[in-house]
């Protein structure tokens, strides 16, 4: 069994994604920053913050099999009421927080003899949305690490993304707030429904782990059908 890393893991995806490792028997260690969590048989909660953090690698494991980085932002407004501020912490959460991590545990995981990277992306940079420029600029720089890392750690490290629609978690609380919004959001997408945090995490599980060995360098579409069917 194997020793993963997850940024983020105390909510939504992450922690479905920590739930599915744990049931399989994977050690686990899921950071969190506000959702003060217990530790568990099979996983361990450190507290930590990526925007202001430098990461601890003496509470890990010395050999990581796999490393997901699931802190995200929802901040939707037209593009001329965004500030210079806005899409500079956007990019230190979603970009810069990820790089400092990844560069931090990477001697970790090149102790594995098949290690994974999973980062997360959006729909929204496979297709344009109204007010989803700031998160658009942010995953497509990830879309762009993605590549990039793929290529320099082959073959020994495997660096692949998801990219989900809509999802119902925490982040998304806003937009979810009632039934008729969730309901106009369900009918958006070709599958007529809202993603669960399992679908997301469930492709995130297989990237992590030796079931995708062949794969790296992917984008995974996870959205519904939405980045290539038209209603």
Known sequence: M????IIGGSSGIGLALAKKLSKENH????TYNSHLMEDSDKVSFLKHDVTKDNFDTALIPDKLDGFAYCPGSINL???SNYSDADF???YELNVVGAVKTIQKVLPHLKRSDQASIVLFSTVAVQSGFNFHSLVSSSKGAIEGLTRALSAELAPNIRVNAVAPSLTDTPLAGKLLSNDQRRQALSDQNPMKRVATANDIAQSAFFLLTPASSYMTGQ???VDGGMSVIKN
């Open 88 to 90: 500079r912490e956007d």
């Open 27 to 30: 050690q686990v260690i899921a």
């Open 77 to 79: 407004k037209p593009f």
């Open 219 to 221: 984008i995974m579409h």
């Open 2 to 5: 194997g020793n993963f890393l």
